[in-house]
Structure formats: C-alpha cells, structure tokens
C-alpha cells in the first residue's frame, strides 16, 4: 500500500522534505479530528531525531485533543524495555554522547543485577510493565541499593533510571506524570571529590610533597615552588602557573586573577585574594622568575604530582588526600575554614558562585581546630638571598612578618 493511501486512512509517519528536514505527514482524517497541519517540519535532519520528535508530537497532540488529560499509555512489558533501552544506549540512538563500553556494562548491571536491579526489584513487587513503574518503586529500589552502594553509585543508579524513564515515555509506555516524578528524585549527595576528614595536610606531609616535586636533574622545571603557592593562595592549577608580576598588589596584600584576551580562569570571571602575607609575595616572585628561566606548563605539573605521589607511595610515606593538585587547593579552603574566615569569603577566594560548591567538593570534617599553616610559615621553596647588615644585626629577608 502506497504512502498516499495510508495518510489517506488516517496513519501517520515521516516524509523527507525538499529543505533537507524530516517532516510529520498526518493523515488527511488525523489532521482533520486532531486540528494539525497535513504535514509539518521536525527541525531534524537525521530520521532517528525526526523519530523522536514524532513520539513527542503524538503525546502532545493526544493531550490537547482530550482536553489536557493524560495521552492513553500502551503498555510495554518491563524485561523488553529494558532490553530495548540498553540495545539503544548501547548503539548511541539516545540523545546526547555516546556511552563507552564501561558506562554500558554499569548499566546493565545496574538494571538487570539480579541483586537488587531494577528490572529484578520491580518484577518482585509485580511491576511487569513499564506503565506500572513509577517514582516509588525507583525511589524503593534506590533504598535498597543504599545499604550495601556508596552514594556515587547510588547517583548512577538514579542516572540510569531517569535514561530508562525517557526512553519508556518517547515510546508512550510511560505517561508524563510519571516520568516527572522520576526525574525529580534528587541524589544523595556525592563523597567523589570532597576533602577528607583530616583535610589539611600537616607541615611533614607538605615538606614530603615538595621534596618529593623537587627536579631530579639540572634544567629540568621546578614544580615545588608552584605547589606551595597554590596552597597558600588556592589559585587553580591554569591560574598558578600562569601567574605574573601584574596580578601581584602587595601595597593592599592582594592577588588579582584577571580575566581578558591573554588569560581567561576558568569560570570567566576576575577575582581578587586578599589577605595574602608578605611571605606569600616573596615566593609568588620566586615562581615568576624561576617560569621565566624554566618554562612550566599545567600538563607537566599534573604530570609532576603524579609522579611525587607514586614516590612518595614508594618510600612509604603515601599523600593520604586526593593525588592530583586540587588537593592542594582544598587543603587552602579548609586551613581558611578552620583559621576563622567565613565561608562567603573562602568561595569568593576560590572563584565560586555558590557557598555550596565550597563546601561540598573543599570542605572535609574534622573534630578539631588547628591553626592557619601559612601565616607565620617560613618558606620552604624560595630561594634565600644573602643576608644583609641591619643595626648590627643579621635579618633573612625571606623571613614571614
């Protein structure tokens, strides 16, 4: 049966139209009982989006034709769909980016675990097809995977359910309402990325890392000095090895990270960090002049600290908080915490929008105060000019306050 007879008895489909989009062609009786145009433009240029858009154009046609209620559901046995749904994550047919080959294994073992998957979970309860899934079952599901999962996977369990109840609902076996409520459940909150409970590391543990970061070999760059700067300043990983002579403002005891055409941080937005000691001016200095006969870059201090935490595990003495130089920045939010300043100011230091942000991916827990490491610190990196002759005194002049 030809296309123009099937829209003559009402069906509906997709045509590709002149302009290179895929378009909805209703029937001659759909378009007349549903009020729509015969045919009318996905805004899709590929059929599988044109398909997508053709689910979401039914619901909506079917809600307004029955006055706002919800469109008939057809219900989908559960264990086809979710095989139906990991076939098309799988394949990259979802919208968005392709899952590699880890991401789908969590998947599936994550729905169809026969210790507390999803698919199994609901058949226990009687929930054989996907228009009696709703967010109390995934909202039972994900208690139980609680008391055994860490929050992380806890979160990518949730993911993949909000995955699985846009899929059911663009082939309508799950009605609106429903998937909804499910993309509303919100996470536990994540222990990836927070400092932890002991979250400033001690004046033994940094001197190890600085020894540790120090060259091997003559010429070679000089990652030490860096790595004290960023903790005394918390400036990001881009920011402190761009660093220059401009941004420093010793007059007010201020750091200016700018925000133009030859450095841009990575929230786009200038900030200052006041508060900064005398000490701290010194050794910003030490870094620049040390860039400038040495060149630096951030994938060689990324590469630098991996190496000195692998040495430092080697000589077992191991850096007991996260191996990349975000520690560093975290150890500054959380000696800022403890010495007393607000957390408004730690956020403004640190170039976030939110308080929370600060706190919930810098700020570990502990049970007791310790004072503020950079204040009255000596230098550790910097080098120490000749000392010179002041009312018959000798004085280092890379001494702090």
């Known amino acids: 049966m030809s296309s123009r007879s ?26 007349r009982e549903r009020g729509v145009p015969p045919i009318e433009s996905t805004g899709a240029r590929s059929e599988r989006e044109a398909k997508r858009v053709l689910r979401r154009r039914l619901t909506e046609v079917d809600r307004a034709t029955t006055g706002g209620a919800s469109p008939i559901v057809v219900g989908e046995r559960t264990d ?16 968005g980016r392709r899952p590699s080959d880890a991401t789908v294994d969590l998947a599936i073992r994550l729905l169809l675990g026969q210790d507390r998957g999803l698919l199994h979970f609901a058949e226990l309860r009687g929930r054989r097809e996907t228009a009696s899934i709703d967010a109390v079952v995934v909202m039972r599901w994900l208690e139980t995977r609680a008391v055994v999962n860490a929050p992380d996977t806890i979160r990518l369990a949730l993911y993949a359910a909000k995955r699985f109840a846009g899929f059911a609902f663009e ?20 222990s990836r990325g927070r400092a932890r409970d002991d979250g400033v590391p001690s004046d033994a543990e940094i001197a190890a890392l600085l020894r540790a970061l120090r060259p091997r070999r003559e010429g070679a760059a000089a990652y030490d000095g860096i790595a004290e700067l960023q903790l005394r300043l918390g400036l990001r990983r881009g920011e402190v090895i761009a660093i220059q002579e401009s941004w420093l403002d010793e007059e007010r005891a201020c750091v200016h990270v700018p925000c133009g055409p030859r450095f841009r941080p990575k929230d786009r937005q200038a900030r200052t960090i006041d508060g900064v000691d005398p000490a701290t001016f010194v050794l910003a200095r030490d870094v620049i002049a040390k860039k400038e006969r040495t060149p630096v870059s951030v994938v060689g201090y990324r590469q630098a600290f991996r190496r ?39 956020a403004l230091r640190l170039g976030h929008e939110s308080e929370r942000t600060t706190e919930r991916h810098y700020l570990g827990r502990t049970g007791s105060s310790v004072p503020n490491p950079f204040r009255d610190t000596p230098l550790r990196t910097a080098t120490r000019p000749a000392a010179t002759q002041d009312d018959g005194e000798l004085r280092d002049t890379t001494k702090a306050r």
Do not use: D, N
């Open 171 to 190: 082939r309508v076996w799950m009605s609106r309402e429903v998937e909804r409520s499910i993309h509303a459940i919100r996470p536990p909150p994540a």
């Open 6 to 31: 099937r829209a003559k008895r009402g069906e509906v489909g997709l045509v590709l139209l002149r302009s290179g989009y895929w378009g909805i062609r209703w029937g001659r009786r759909a378009a």
């Open 80 to 95: 086809v769909a979710v095989a139906e749904f990991l076939r098309a994550y799988q394949a990259g047919e979802l919208a």
């Open 308 to 346: 000195a935490c692998a040495r430092l595990a080697a000589a077992g003495t191991p850096w007991r908080y996260r191996a990349k130089t975000q520690a560093l920045r975290a150890g500054h939010a959380m000696a800022s915490r403890l010495a007393g300043v607000p957390l408004s100011v730690v």
